[in-house]
């Protein structure tokens, strides 16, 4: 299994409404990440996981918080969202460390709406 | 991370090689140069990585000079398929597996 999944595939919430995106994989990975992608610009990474524990934020708002539960799952808890909070969401995962073959695995990620 | 720079565009006709430069001109020893596309609506997908020497797999070759200020990715046989934003990403191994996403190339392959 060399996937990637992430549910759901869209979602639409109101700025007070509570939510999570799930991402999943089975490849063994123990790094996993969560990119932001707006619109017609290049994903920006949000979060890093290292064997379970948060080992990058980048300085993201509270109101979005991860969770990796196991080594196979990543939670994004979504909570009081802004409009401008609107983008696709991005999981990845990959061997962690300082190898060279760590290279990412991205699923196809999850389009977020807020009204 | 050492910055790059790609063209914005460019088109390729299809079955022709669709080479794509990219400029790296800060990076340092212990960077490696990555590649990777991202298909309309669907994840970024890993294409090929290299240090000094050339490489060669199953989707591309990566040229890189031999100062490694600059490098090419070459698809040999362009297809309808590889439509995408191409990123080129100069990473070292010591800064956590993280990605910095340039711009990117958008490439067109046209019949």
């Known amino acids: 299994d060399t996937e990637v999944t992430q549910t759901p595939k869209h979602l639409v919430m109101g700025m007070t409404n509570k939510k999570s995106l799930k991402c999943e994989q089975h490849?063994?990975?123990?790094?996993m990440y969560w990119y932001k992608q707006k619109a017609k610009k290049p994903p920006e990474l949000m979060f890093v996981?290292?064997?379970?524990?948060?080992?990058i934020n980048e300085s993201v708002p509270s109101r979005f918080s991860p969770e990796c539960p196991n080594s196979s799952l990543l939670n994004l808890h979504l909570h009081a969202l802004q409009p401008e909070d609107s983008a696709l969401y991005l999981c990845?995962?990959?061997?962690?460390?300082?190898?060279?073959?760590?290279?990412?695995?991205f699923g196809p990620g999850t389009r977020l709406t807020v009204l | 991370d050492a910055k790059t720079t790609q063209p914005t565009s460019m088109d390729c006709a299809e079955g022709r090689a669709a080479n794509l430069p990219c400029n790296h001109s800060?990076?340092?020893?212990?960077?490696?140069v990555y590649w990777y596309r991202q298909i309309h609506s669907q994840g970024p997908q890993y294409i090929i990585h290299?240090?000094?020497n050339n490489e060669t797999n199953e989707m591309a070759s990566l040229i890189i000079t031999e100062d490694r200020k600059s490098s090419t990715l070459i698809l040999p046989h362009a297809t309808l398929r590889d439509t995408a934003v191409y990123y080129c990403?100069?990473?070292?191994?010591?800064?956590?597996?993280?990605?910095?996403f340039g711009t990117g190339t958008r490439l067109q392959v046209t019949l």
């Open positions: 990845a995962s990959s061997r962690p460390g300082r190898g060279t073959y760590n290279e990412q695995f």
């Open positions: 290299g240090l000094k």
């Open positions: 990403i100069v990473r070292g191994t010591g800064t956590a597996s993280k990605l910095t």
């Open positions: 490849m063994g990975h123990r790094a």
């Open positions: 800060t990076i340092s020893g212990n960077e490696y």
């Open positions: 996981y290292s064997y379970e524990k948060l080992s």
